[in-house]
């Protein structure tokens, strides 16, 4: 690799305790079929102090580190710290703390001598605590796995050789394991393969015994094909994919094999080291093992399945400067005293783009475009026309460009990938290009010294997008998360706004975590920070803002949250959760809409007595009137008398709608007696609202009616009872007075109760007195009860013009009414009697001709 | 809550296996408090059975191919009796609704303006703002807007003329409705034996006519007067189709013939149909309203608040309908200004007398709907809603022009021979001056820049009530109004019937 000059950092120049990214070029070497790739990605690292460390553990996916230190005996100071070196949490105390491991799921688990384990956030907050043994006497070891459900789980030995097990750390439930010996197992594990149940390994010497969940341990004989008993296997360690084991056994063999240990891939024999006496030993990639010999030299063996027995033994030795080593999917990282350094098992495609030697596709596409960009195109064409599989040589680099750490070189290699499209006869498919580009992206960002995450694109791709930003969630790193979640998500804001409300939700947190009251300052300075930051966000709501404070009892927050809120719903919502109904119904009411006052009214309704709720109703009209509808609808459809209606009238003083209350009760009862008394009522109301004529009127009413009831003529008005007791002339009168009848009335009603009854010689006396009325009515009344032979008499009678014209009219003699109005040129009675002719077609031409006759003089 | 009830004994009685669960849809609205209930309701016990309750939004019926309707003639009578003013809410949603489907929901649609005149319409038109950024952004994926050219809003109140639909109207599609009443469906329902005009038959038995057809469109803004007048250009277009010569037509004529022939034939039957209807109720006109549609002239004319009418205390004591009475009533109180106390005081005591005290009652919430004024009342039974100041109206718009045509459509005092309701001079004035200096409500951000220049595309909506006569002189004299809607299509008889109780 040719070097560059060295980039700098602007915090160069006054020095700060965290770390500086690096962007110098990677290095690397081959071994055998493999070739490692170290990459140093933060220097002056210094603060860690790894001299003095005496539990180091890392969070796989490039998550946190956590380093205890012993200040003195059984006691630890542990601190977390992002890879960059940024502190997380300082300075935790644990007494008699034995072990401290990361779990997949991002927690840290530090467990302690009795046997009880601790679970922290990546923010050294307590989450959870799991007791595998009360009886347990001491901690022996300890190892972690990985599960399917992508979470860890944690087997503990105790100095007597049992094993406690717990399969998920955030859902413990505890299982063990015992061996038939006494002794101790010279190496062991746990480790779940894919989709079966927890295995635990113990290895006693050369004896293998496996056993998993629910079943005792088994020796396993299969192996000995491959065994050597003739030694002692002191490591075994199994690899990402969870499909092979690593052995090593104490005279320096290294066996790799299958995971039911049916079969053996590979033996390795290193002579130039002791390994047996190693001091870690772990996996690099696929292929190839570390072997860390001291904290200042490492050893990486190649354990290729390709390897035949008796090639070459591939090793490559590394020194180092007090290394502590974590281990990730695709290489390891090394942690030293000033610099922090990946050590990668290059993917193929890296390898293939990468190689000076080019003989693939990709590296002389990367070539070409290199050429390209410096201007000698003539090289450029030719390192293109090797190509043979253009689509490949793209797929290689861009796959390569998310390998890179450097922006320089991401950037070559994307630009080779978009200059490889020119060269392809379909329109080329860009997505896998952007896709690429977007991520990138994200990882360069996350790799900053401010995030510390220094992931590798095969880590990214292992956990994906929400695990990431779920870890930055966690580790309080809301603006990085908000950024990544915004360049990921594109459109789709749904992990913007998780990482919104989990901001929110820790903010507020954090202040009702205090304990102490808020000084209403401090409250508004707040709110301030979280609404300005939630409004540039105009999709999330302030309520689920105001509904996180109420849930963390910060109900004064809640309320600045709220009037912030513009979606009427939510506000009134939120505000029943605080129990506020007044400031709810006052909201509900100025909002106009139903749906929420009656929301309103039922919480009202539910949670208070009916006095209360009717008072507080009752000061807001809407909402009066609403709940008015409501107590009239549960009034109609339960048959109650609206007696609860009425008592909100007579709340509200208002005693026009009383009166006419009592008027609808009155016209729907069917029971006299009742209808009287509801009539009465509104007489009552009719008074104490002040209206002096129509009290009147009820009291006339209520003065007849028990005189009707007694006569079994409730049902019936004045005028029909008149009517139907026209011939008893002294009931007539007395009928007259109690009611307050005119003469009129009086008369044209006896005139009609008489030709109804057929009581004709009444009639015909009562016509022998001079009408005041004329004799029409007597006429329409024997028209209309069909006494033909009657109408000649009162016809005869008829005299005076309207009289008469009325009474031709009533005997339908059009006609001769028509020829009166002539007579006296009475256009507009003519005209009338020419309309009411229509009923009879013989007369209306002739009317009308009377009409038109008068129209044209 | 009656529908509650009848889904309720549904369940009960439908012979049903009891694990069977039921879908429900509430038509427009699921409310609140339908749901609420149904939960509580013998103990929860409906709810299980319920897998589902939903709403469907319809909320516009269209009537007759001439306007859209919420069909709620309660409206009124629940705001001013009532004071539930819920009913405006849901005008306000209907017409977001029309909104949408004019414009589509998203931000960027054009923006829609609403003029409004009256209490209730600026209620409404603030409402529908309110709504319209409250709801949350459905996405609503085809408006309309091709089919429904609107530019605005006008939202008008009812009670800004509650004088007309007391009024009897003229047109032969009011009258229609007057007097028989025009059905959910378009359709009248008339006695048999009327229509056949025989003097025996089954006196129960009723014929449906569907006024849907082509013939009906063309008669049913006339004039009942004048009627005859486009029904004899129907009647010589008919014959005119009928018109051929068999020995000289081609076979090609023929064929055409052959398909025009059911329509000629389906015209004639219903141009049959209609004339006959148009008969009855000229006859009805003639013989039975006469009286009253002269009298309702001359309280418009010229009225006295100080004495009761002479023929108004005549049909009390002859018990004529109590709704005709009571509007002869509501015309001489709300053309004179109020009725004077003693004069009010008489029409209540002889109504009481005649019909009893339900009409009492009637006569009572008429007050309190302002259909009935006391001159200068003291405070009782007022009416929350201004009086419509018939007099001074009167001169200003010209509501009683000295000559008008029964016989043109275009003529505003066509419909009710000689007054030209209030409403629609309004309206027509509005439209003149283009809407300015009416209450303007924008419904997003920004103006409508189309709106401004373009004169056509309104969509009026009248809050209360419209009657059809109104409606004919809407479409006829104001071209600018293409859409009109209403909360109901009301004569005076169903405004009065659907009075509501406390």
Not at chain 1, 67 to 88: E, Q
Not at chain 1, 422 to 427: L, Q, R
Request: hydrophobic share 40%; net charge neutral.
């Amino acid at each position: 690799m040719r070097s560059s000059s060295r980039t700098t950092t602007p915090s160069e120049k006054k020095p700060r305790l965290d770390g500086e990214i690096c962007l110098r070029p990677s290095s690397s070497v081959y071994l055998g079929d493999q070739k490692l790739f170290f990459t140093q990605e933060y220097i002056n690292t210094c603060s860690l102090n790894l001299k003095f460390v005496v539990q180091f553990a890392a969070c796989q996916f490039s998550g946190p580190i956590a380093c205890a230190y012993s200040p003195c005996p059984n006691k630890w100071r542990v601190c977390i710290r992002t890879i960059s070196g940024r502190m997380l949490k300082q300075d935790m105390a644990f007494d008699n703390a034995v072990f401290l491991d990361w779990t997949r799921a991002h927690c840290l688990v530090v467990l302690h001598k009795n046997g009880r384990a601790q679970v922290l956030s990546s923010l050294g907050e307590k989450i959870s605590e799991v007791d595998f043994d009360t009886k347990m006497s001491d901690v022996h070891e300890c190892r972690t796995f990985a599960t399917s459900r992508g979470d860890s789980g944690i087997a503990v030995m105790d100095v007597d050789g049992q094993v406690s097990v717990v399969n998920s750390v955030s859902e413990p439930i505890i299982w063990h394991m015992r061996p038939p010996y006494t002794e101790l197992p010279t190496a062991w594990t746990a480790f779940q393969p894919h989709s079966q149940l927890t295995h635990i390994l113990l290895i006693f010497e050369a004896v293998f015994l496996m056993g998993c969940q629910g079943e005792s341990l088994q020796v396993q004989n299969h192996a000995s094909v491959w065994v050597d008993s003739t030694t002692r296997y002191v490591k075994c360690v199994v690899d990402d994919a969870r499909s092979r084991i690593a052995m090593m056994t104490e005279n320096g063999k290294i066996q790799i094999v299958s995971i039911d240990l049916s079969t053996c891939f590979c033996t390795v024999e290193i002579e130039d080291h002791d390994i047996g006496k190693c001091i870690n030993f772990g996996w690099v990639g696929n292929s190839a093992v570390f072997v860390q010999m001291s904290p200042s030299l490492i050893v990486f063996v190649n354990v290729s399945a390709r390897r035949k027995p008796g090639d070459e033994v591939q090793i490559y030795e590394k020194m180092t400067a007090n290394a502590k080593i974590s281990i990730e999917n695709d290489g390891i990282r090394l942690f030293e005293s000033t610099q922090v350094e990946f050590v990668e098992a290059a993917s193929r495609e890296k390898i293939a783009v990468l190689n000076r030697n080019m003989s693939e596709d990709g590296a002389h596409l990367y070539k070409a475009a290199q050429e390209m960009n410096q201007g000698t195109g003539h090289n450029s064409f030719a390192a293109s026309t090797v190509i043979q599989d253009m689509y490949k040589a793209i797929d290689e680099c861009i796959s390569t460009a998310c390998d890179m750490w450097q922006p320089e070189e991401q950037k070559l290699l994307l630009k080779a990938a978009r200059f490889g499209m020119a060269y392809t006869n379909t329109t080329p498919d860009t997505t896998k290009l952007m896709k690429a580009i977007k991520e990138i992206r994200v990882l360069n960002e996350l790799r900053m010294v401010r995030n510390g995450i220094p992931l590798t694109h095969r880590q990214f791709r292992m956990i994906g997008d929400t695990c990431v930003i779920n870890r930055l969630i966690d580790m309080g790193s809301y603006s990085a998360a908000i950024k990544v979640a915004q360049w990921l998500g594109g459109e789709n804001t749904e992990n913007v706004d998780r990482v919104l409300l989990e901001w929110v939700r820790r903010s507020i947190g954090k202040v009702s975590k205090t304990g102490i009251k808020m000084d209403p300052l401090a409250l508004k300075a707040l709110d301030e920070k979280i609404s300005a930051k939630l409004l540039q966000f105009p999709h999330v709501s302030m309520a689920d803002a105001a509904r996180q404070a109420i849930e963390s009892k910060l109900p004064e927050l809640a309320r600045l949250f709220i009037q912030r809120e513009t979606d009427d719903e939510s506000h009134v919502a939120v505000l029943l959760q605080l129990n506020d109904v007044k400031s709810a119904l006052k909201k509900a009411a100025a909002s106009q809409r139903p749906q929420l006052i009656h929301q309103v009214v039922r919480h009202l309704m539910n949670s208070e007595t009916r006095s209360n709720f009717e008072l507080a109703i009752s000061q807001i009209p809407l909402a009066q009137c609403l709940y008015q509808d409501l107590v009239r609808q549960e009034g109609e459809t339960r048959g109650v008398s609206g007696r609860q209606m009425l008592a909100l009238l007579e709340q509200a003083s208002d005693f026009e709608r009383q009166t006419l209350f009592h008027f609808d009760v009155a016209q729907t009862e069917r029971n006299p007696d009742e209808r009287l008394n509801a009539l009465r009522r509104a007489k009552d109301a009719a008074k104490s609202m002040g209206d002096k004529a129509i009290e009147e009127i009820l009291n006339d009413v209520s003065a007849f009616a028990p005189l009707q009831i007694q006569r079994g003529q409730a049902d019936m008005s004045v005028r029909d009872t008149i009517i139907e007791m026209a011939h008893d002339t002294a009931k007539v009168a007395l009928l007259k007075q109690q009611a307050r009848l005119n003469d009129k009335q009086v008369l044209l009603w006896t005139i009609e109760g008489l030709a109804k009854k057929g009581k004709m010689e009444q009639l015909f006396d009562l016509a022998q007195k001079r009408s005041p009325i004329g004799y029409a009515p007597f006429v329409k009344a024997c028209v209309r009860y069909k006494r033909m032979d009657e109408v000649k008499k009162y016809y005869a009678k008829a005299n005076g013009y309207p009289d008469l014209v009325a009474a031709n009219i009533a005997m339908k003699n059009y006609v001769e009414a028509a020829k009166l109005a002539y007579d006296r040129r009475d256009r507009e009675v003519l005209h009338a009697i020419h309309m009411k002719s229509h009923d009879d077609p013989t007369q209306c031409p002739r009317v009308k001709q009377l009409l038109n006759s008068l129209d044209q003089n | 809550m009656v529908s509650l009830d009848l889904l309720c004994d549904y369940i009960d009685n439908a012979r049903n296996d009891t694990k069977i669960l039921y879908q429900v849809f509430f038509i427009p609205e699921a409310w609140y408090v339908v749901r609420e209930s149904l939960k509580l309701r013998a103990d929860g016990k409906y709810w299980e059975r319920l897998e589902s309750v939903r709403e469907i939004p319809l909320c516009w019926l269209p009537r007759d191919g001439e306007c859209l309707s919420l069909s709620n003639p309660q409206i009124a009578s629940r705001l001013l009796i009532n004071g539930d003013w819920t009913h405006l809410h849901k005008c306000a949603v209907a017409l977001n609704q029309l909104v949408d489907m004019c414009r589509g929901r998203s931000p960027s649609g054009r923006p829609m303006t609403v003029y409004s005149k009256g209490k209730w319409a600026n209620d409404v038109a603030r409402m529908m703002k309110k709504v319209r950024t409250t709801t949350s952004e459905d996405h609503l994926k085809d408006p309309i807007e091709g089919l429904l050219k609107i530019n605005r809003i006008v939202l008008i109140d009812r009670w800004l003329d509650p004088l007309t639909p007391m009024l009897s109207q003229l047109t032969f599609y009011g009258l229609v409705d007057e007097i028989y009443g025009i059905g959910m469906v378009n359709s009248v329902k008339v006695p048999e034996m009327e229509f056949k005009n025989e003097r025996d038959g089954d006196p129960f038995a009723e014929k449906e006519i569907y006024l849907i057809d082509e013939v009906y469109h063309r008669l049913k803004h006339w004039h009942i007067n004048a009627i005859s007048l486009e029904a004899s250009k129907v009647l010589a277009e008919i014959r005119e189709d009928e018109q051929f010569d068999r020995e000289k037509m081609s076979v090609a004529e023929y064929s055409v013939l052959v398909k025009k022939m059911p329509k000629i034939i389906n015209r004639k039957k219903m141009i049959e149909v209609h004339m006959r209807l148009a008969e009855m109720i000229q006859a009805h006109v003639y013989c039975k309203l006469s009286d009253s549609i002269k009298m309702e002239r001359e309280l418009l004319d010229y009225c006295d608040s100080d004495k009761a009418i002479p023929l108004i205390e005549d049909q009390v004591y002859d018990a004529a309908p109590l709704n005709s009475v009571l509007r002869l009533i509501s015309v001489h109180s709300l053309a004179s200004g109020g009725l004077k106390a003693s004069v009010l005081q008489h029409y209540r005591r002889i109504v009481n007398q005649s019909y009893g005290s339900s009409a009492l009652n009637r006569i009572l919430k008429m007050q309190k709907m302002g259909l009935i004024r006391e001159k200068g009342g003291g405070g009782k039974m007022q009416c929350e809603y201004a009086p419509m100041l018939f007099q001074q109206n009167k001169k200003t718009y010209q509501m009683l022009p000295e000559v008008f045509s029964e016989a043109k459509l275009g003529d505003m005092a066509s419909a009710y021979s000689g007054f030209t309701p209030l409403l629609c001079k309004i309206l027509e004035e509005g439209d003149r001056v283009k809407w300015v200096g009416w209450p303007k409500t924008l419904l997003s951000a920004e103006e409508d820049p189309l709106e401004e220049k373009d004169p056509r595309g309104t969509c009026i909506f009248v809050i209360g009530g419209l009657t059809r006569s109104e409606l004919a002189l809407i479409r006829e004299c104001l071209p600018n109004i293409s859409l009109i809607t209403t909360s109901a299509l009301i004569t005076g008889d169903k405004l009065l019937n659907n009075i509501t109780n406390i």
